[in-house]
Every structure is written in C-alpha cells, then in structure tokens.
C-alpha cells in the first residue's frame, strides 16, 4: 500500500486553507493522504463544536466544506491538476455528529484537459455514508492561478496548470 501525505508546503506561496491548513489555527486542520494503489484521497476527522449547526450535528457548509476539499485534492493527486469547484451536487443522507469519528474519501472519476469531474463521500466507522457529492472542477490556467494565490505562478504548481 502506498500512501502520500498531502500538503500545501512546496507550492511556492502562503496558504491559509480552511479546511486543510495545519497552520491555520481557526480552521479545520484535516490532513488529506493519497492512497495511489486504491486510487482515492481520504482523511479522518473528528470535530468539535465550534462547527456545530444543530447543537449536536456539524454544519451542513462545514461538512461540504470538507467534501469540496477532498474533490480538490483528488484533483491534484489523481488528476495532476490544479482546480477549483464549477458546480457541485451534494447529497446529505445521513446527519455528521459532532465528537464523532468520520473519514472522507474522493476520486477522479473523469478527466479532460479543461475540466475534472470528482466524487467524495463522508463515511462513519462502520463504512455508512453521510454525505456525497459530485463535483465538476475547472482546471486553472497560469493567469487564473495567480489570480487565485496572488503571486505570478512559478515552481512546482506551473505542472500543475492547463
């Protein structure tokens, strides 16, 4: 099994991410891995209630949140591209509860040069969905990037570019 941490460090400019950013100490500090032989990206997570809805349940944008991160970070493990969310249709079957154990899992499930298509789903311990969603990403151009970070675009994320 080969499993590849994923991190913002090394791609050349800040980043303050919500949900993945250790750093960011009001954010969510989920890490996402890559496990290359089973063709996903997954993290664990357990959160608290700084991002309750319901007094009990996560927020339902957290919990999407979370599912669009795990769709852009598939984009960038599976798809080799940089990419930002163009639409997404998001399927809450199941509450997320606070304190609880959860895991997240994404794939590429179609590719082309200008856009990725992605699945992800949060699943309890015992493997029942939560929540899933199906996103179309746009993969981002070298001036669309700089926009993006604020800094031209140079280093490890130019591969990364349409």
Request: proline share 4%.
């Given at each position: 099994?080969?499993?590849?941490?994923?991190?913002?460090?090394?791609?050349?400019?800040?980043?303050?991410?919500?949900?993945?950013?250790?750093?960011?100490?009001?954010g969510?500090?989920?890490?996402?891995?890559h496990?290359?032989?089973?063709?996903?990206?997954?993290?664990?997570?357990?959160?608290?209630?700084?991002?309750?809805?319901?007094?009990?349940?996560?927020?339902?944008?957290?919990?999407?949140?979370?599912?669009?991160?795990?769709?852009?970070?598939?984009?960038?493990?599976?798809?080799?591209?940089?990419?930002?969310?163009?639409?997404t249709?998001?399927?809450?079957?199941?509450?997320?509860?606070?304190g609880?154990?959860?895991?997240?899992?994404?794939?590429?499930?179609?590719?082309?040069?200008?856009?990725?298509?992605?699945?992800?789903?949060?699943?309890d311990?015992?493997?029942?969905?939560?929540?899933?969603?199906?996103?179309?990403?746009?993969?981002?151009?070298?001036?669309?990037a700089?926009?993006?970070?604020?800094?031209?675009?140079?280093?490890?994320?130019?591969?990364y570019?349409?």
């Amino acid at each position: 099994m080969t499993i590849r941490a994923l991190t913002n460090a090394g791609w050349g400019f800040e980043s303050n991410c919500f949900v993945c950013e250790p750093a960011n100490a009001d954010g969510l500090r989920i890490p996402f891995s890559h496990d290359v032989d089973a063709g996903i990206v997954f993290a664990s997570f357990v959160l608290d209630g700084r991002f309750s809805g319901a007094p009990s349940y996560v927020h339902g944008g957290v919990t999407l949140a979370i599912l669009d991160e795990a769709v852009a970070w598939a984009s960038i493990a599976m798809g080799g591209k940089f990419a930002v969310t163009h639409t997404t249709s998001t399927v809450f079957d199941r509450p997320v509860k606070l304190g609880v154990p959860y895991r997240v899992e994404a794939r590429v499930v179609e590719q082309t040069a200008e856009r990725i298509i992605a699945d992800a789903e949060v699943l309890d311990e015992r493997g029942k969905r939560r929540a899933s969603t199906h996103a179309e990403l746009v993969v981002l151009g070298p001036a669309q990037a700089a926009d993006a970070i604020g800094a031209p675009v140079d280093g490890a994320l130019g591969e990364y570019l349409c």
